[in-house]
């Protein structure tokens, strides 16, 4: 059976396709040459999350922190793992400029910088090899992410982008090592030389110019990266826009950037930047308790409420959605990326 998808997305466009009832609505779209945002494509990253509006579906295969209970209840689904079961009206919080209309890209990179930066997490630097289309040059929006992949054994993840785009086609990350993580175990053997496939970018967080509302950022670790990202553009381009960022660690060892952050809020006067440590030692003087904390306390002092913008592993991300709901602001204000 086939049933007719109406994708309305962020900035009001809408693209109609047809998706057979056995076939998800991302493989749809993609079958009518429509290529929505999307990653892992097996229910366990997130980055197809969209809201079925009208319409009956089922939802088959997916990671349970990606979808909470009233977010289910509201209708977020994950396009990768969505079968309509009838005609489908959906809304997507992107902009139609970010449905590609062709297959994604593929570059190869060699590590130039791979380095221990703090408690269990590396900085890792690529130089892309130039490319037929681009020269040297890599083009993504900050906020996006890469996925890089091993070349024996295949290993292929999900990574924020922590510069911003530049003609030199260096791509920067910061990877947090998960215990028996696969990747995590390849990054603590990587020599300098070695290659990568590099896939994108992809992905749509990232700040509404549009906005004139101040911003507030939380980050979770190495969900700091995207905010990097932004934070390097808002400087480059002047864009002194009021701006509060979380960065929450467990303990002082796990803090990274911190000169970096110095330098940006000096470069963005209206950028204030808290780090919050979890597990504090007698001698911390900063914020004690996690960026979720924080942004409780923040919202309930805030003259006018902000925009939320959210990074790092999906318990906070949760949580400070929680938060925000709790403090008034709406969904079509809080962004989010989950490192699910
Ligand atoms: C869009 C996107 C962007 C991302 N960007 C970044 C980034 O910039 N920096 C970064 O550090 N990570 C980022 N991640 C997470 C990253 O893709 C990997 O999931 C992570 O590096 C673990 O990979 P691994 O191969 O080492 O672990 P795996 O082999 O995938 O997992 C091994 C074990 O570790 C556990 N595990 C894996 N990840 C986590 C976690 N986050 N918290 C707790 N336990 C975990 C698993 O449950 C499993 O038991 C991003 C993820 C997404 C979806």
Redesign the pocket.
């Known amino acids: 059976m086939s049933y007719q998808i109406n994708l309305t997305t962020r900035d009001g466009q809408q693209i109609s396709f047809s998706c057979e009832d056995t076939q998800t609505v991302q493989d749809g779209a993609e079958a009518a040459g429509f290529f929505l945002p999307a ?2 494509k097996w229910g366990s ?3 197809c999350l969209a809201v079925a509006v009208a319409g009956d579906y089922k939802l088959e295969g997916y990671s349970d922190a990606l979808l909470s209970e009233a977010g289910k209840l509201k209708g977020d689904v994950l396009l990768c793992r969505t079968f309509p079961l009838s005609d489908l009206a959906i809304t997507a919080p992107y902009n139609a400029d970010q449905i590609r209309s062709g297959a994604q890209t593929v570059r190869q990179g060699d590590i130039v910088v791979i380095e221990k930066v703090a408690e269990r997490t590396m900085r890792l630097v690529l130089q892309l090899l130039p490319d037929d289309l681009q020269g040297m040059a890599f083009e993504f929006e900050p906020g996006q ?1 890469v996925d890089l992949e091993t070349a024996e054994p295949v ?1 292929r ?4 982008l ?1 510069n911003n785009a530049n003609w030199e086609g260096q791509l920067e ?13 390849y990054l603590q053997r990587a020599k300098v030389g070695e290659r990568l496939h590099v896939h994108g970018p992809s ?1 749509t967080f990232g700040v509404q110019q549009q906005s004139l509302s101040p911003r507030c950022f939380v980050a979770g ?3 700091l ?2 905010f990097l990202a932004i934070l390097r553009r808002m400087a480059d381009w002047g864009e002194d826009h009021p701006t509060t960022l979380f960065l929450g660690v467990n303990n002082e060892e796990e803090i990274f950037c911190q000169a970096e952050l110095t330098a940006l809020a000096a470069a963005i006067p209206q950028l204030t930047v808290e780090i919050c440590v979890w597990k504090a030692s007698q001698q911390w003087q900063g914020f004690v308790g996690t960026p979720a904390d924080a942004l409780q306390i923040h919202l309930k002092n805030a003259p006018v409420l902000p925009d939320v913008f959210l990074c790092g ?1 999906p318990q906070l991300v949760e949580a400070a959605i929680e938060i925000a709901h709790r403090a008034g602001i709406g969904d079509e204000r809080i962004f989010c ?4």
């Open positions: 990653l892992c990253c997130g980055s992410f290993i993840r999900a990574y924020s922590a990350f910061f990877i947090r090592l998960q215990p028996n993580g696969q990747f995590s175990a992905g670790g190495t969900g990266a995207p592993p990326e989950k490192f699910a």
